[in-house]
């Protein structure tokens, strides 16, 4: 949903909706999927079809992940948690992130075990073939649901959480591509370092998604122009002038916005009020993804703290206010 050119974000309650719907579809369409090829390789005998089946089930627990830290990320604030609990959310995908590491790993390693001779290499039957074209049919579906649903959250949690749907494509493809170059072109070195390049986009994926984490856990935003949002909106306010200390950190899709500013030091506390709130009114016309903001207004001349923390204008591209420069 865009307004003005700007994405304009789902209510909490259309949120927690979207994420418990696309969380549940994984639950039940990788139960589906588990179902079918653990049957199917009990019936075969085939233990790759019943591992594969395995598998599945692990994408489910991913599943129920999201499904529990959507419904305690929405919960509201409380004396231990002031902020609320939507650092539920980081704190999955950081988990998620581990588990596509771990994935990846673990198919670096049988790749190597290939390359070195050090495990045999059993060309998949027919069955593990038909679970292998289940599979991606499957995950392929769910994936994409759940890149659309995280699209429209802009929930990294459950982008997180598609990329491991995605991966668990690649490595079916993987499959498939082993016994192409295997048994049609005989070519096992091409099966081999196909599955070396997969394994090691898995792992960069997982890693990227981890470092994404670090950005919120450490209070900071990726889009860096939030700031030049904020000193344009001070810009924009008459009676308000000099930001400084200005303070953004991301809680899940969401920016907490803390700045000073100065204002006459004869006006009233209600004026300097009133004058905040506009302030605050233009901030969130230019900034649409806001949580919280909270002006501290002072004296204009009057520096009676230190400034030990937050961002002035000339620390963000350079930039200066038209007010400081006049």
């Given amino acids: 949903m865009k307004t003005d050119g700007f994405a304009v974000p789902l209510n909490p309650q259309e949120r927690l909706r979207v994420l418990k719907r696309a969380s549940w579809a994984g639950i039940i369409g990788n139960l589906f999927l588990s179902a079918l090829k653990i049957t199917t390789g009990l019936f075969s005998g085939s233990l790759a079809v019943i591992g594969d089946g395995i598998d599945s089930l692990s994408d489910v627990v991913t599943s129920m ?3 529990y830290a959507a419904k305690a990320g929405s919960a509201p604030p409380d004396p231990e948690h002031p902020w609320g609990h939507g650092r539920v959310e980081t704190i999955a995908t950081k988990t998620l992130s581990l588990i ?7 198919l670096l390693v049988m790749t190597l075990r290939k390359l070195t001779g050090t495990a045999a290499s059993e060309l998949p039957g027919v069955i593990a073939l038909f679970a292998a074209g289940i599979s991606i049919l499957g995950k392929t579906i769910l ?18 959480d598609a990329i491991n749907m995605r991966n668990d494509i690649l490595l079916s493809f993987a499959v498939l591509a082993g016994v192409f170059f295997t048994r049609i072109l005989n070519l096992p070195l091409i099966d081999v370092l196909a599955g070396l390049c997969v394994s090691i986009w898995i792992i960069i994926s ?7 984490t670090n950005t919120e856990l450490m209070d900071s935003i990726d889009d860096k122009d939030v700031y030049r949002q ?23 899709s969401l920016y907490v916005i803390d700045l000073d500013v100065e204002v006459d030091g004869s006006i ?16 969130r016309n230019r900034v649409r993804k806001v949580f919280d903001i909270m002006v501290h207004v002072e004296p204009a001349g009057v520096a009676d703290h230190v400034e030990g923390y937050g961002l002035v204008p000339g620390d963000i591209g350079g930039i200066t206010t038209e007010k400081q420069e006049n």
């Fill in 143 to 160: 994936s994409v649901y759940k890149f659309q649903a995280s699209r429209i959250t802009e929930s990294r949690m459950m982008q997180a």
């Fill in 268 to 283: 009233t506390v209600s004026e300097a009020h009133n004058l905040a709130c506009i302030l605050e009114r233009e901030i």
């Fill in 65 to 67: 992940v999201t499904l």
């Fill in 230 to 252: 904020v000193f344009e909106s001070v810009d924009a306010v008459q009676g308000v002038s000099n930001p400084h200390r200005v303070r953004i950190r991301g809680l899940n």
């Fill in 206 to 212: 997982g890693i990227k998604v981890f470092l994404h």
């Fill in 100 to 106: 596509i590491i771990m994935a990846g790993l673990q």
